[in-house]
């Protein structure tokens, strides 16, 4: 069906959780993902650029300021890209990329949906994207330790992510290294974006949840899950990705405003499908509108 032109729009989330002082790093990539629209009308390079530059920032838990695994040196990172014409890209637990949405935009263009660990890192290499130079920033140090000393003090995974309550570490410990002796939190970047001819596209970017075992994979690289696009709407999930999972959150809410619901009104339906103990937050673009919505701080921008 014909749509009228719009106003291009985009809609920027930095992680549910993240404090609502971080907007300006949303709002810079709203900017960011504007200038790109400015520049050549492509909701997908705009949605990949705004990506970029959150993954760039560092406070948040994507690109350069990705969340270290269990064992404090580990990095794998997941992220994604779609199209409302149904183009899909995705990587699963890339280690060692600065930025794992660009590498998601090159799988986009291949006849894969998701490519995974050493073989996505391979396929960086090949298309000649940046790796990092030497492991992670003192920042990303400092937030595990931060961590670590919680988990310390409680003795119990528990105090930082209600799924690991109880949890025997050191029985699943997948590491090279041994288990250390302390053993007994989560975030997401994403934007959705509109362009003038009414195209819509979602990306999403993650170091994934804490605490970690190796090879986990959250819901941010997983279609229907932390995210959907289709001629309806651009839906994009942060939260903690087990229980996204199950919901298949970003389907269903697609689902629901293709049936006319408000985007306003599906984001609060997706919400309380979730307790409070569950951080859990969302943003959606369609046609005529947009919305978020979460059950916690989540720093996020509109423009």
Known sequence: SLRMTRPPSVLIHGGAGTPESWSDGCEQAAEVALASLAENDDALEAATAAAVSLENDGRFNAGWGSTLRLDGETVEMDASLMTSDGRIGAVAAIPEVIHPIRVAREVLDCPHILLAGEGALRFAQNSGLEVRPDGPPPRVRERFERTRKKIEKAGDLGAVNVR????????????????????????????????????????????????????????????????????????????????????????????????????????????????????????????????????????????
């Open 164 to 303: 690991w309550q109880g949890v025997d570490g050191k029985r699943l410990w997948n590491f090279p290294d041994p288990a250390p002796n302390w053993l007994p939190g989560c975030d997401t970047i994403g934007a959705v974006v509109r362009d003038s001819q009414g195209r819509l596209a979602v990306s999403n970017s993650t170091g994934g949840a804490v605490p970690m075992l190796s090879g986990r994979v959250g819901d941010s690289p997983l279609p229907g899950a932390g995210f959907w696009c289709g001629p309806e709407a651009a839906v994009c999930a942060t939260g903690i990705g087990e229980e996204i999972t199950k919901h298949l959150v970003s389907k269903t809410v697609y689902d629901w405003l293709a049936e006319g619901v408000s985007p306003e009104e599906a984001c609060a339906r997706a919400v309380a499908l979730f307790p409070e103990t569950i951080h859990f937050g969302l943003i959606v673009l369609t046609a005529t509108g947009g919305a978020s919505g979460s059950n916690t701080t989540m720093a996020q921008a509109r423009a």
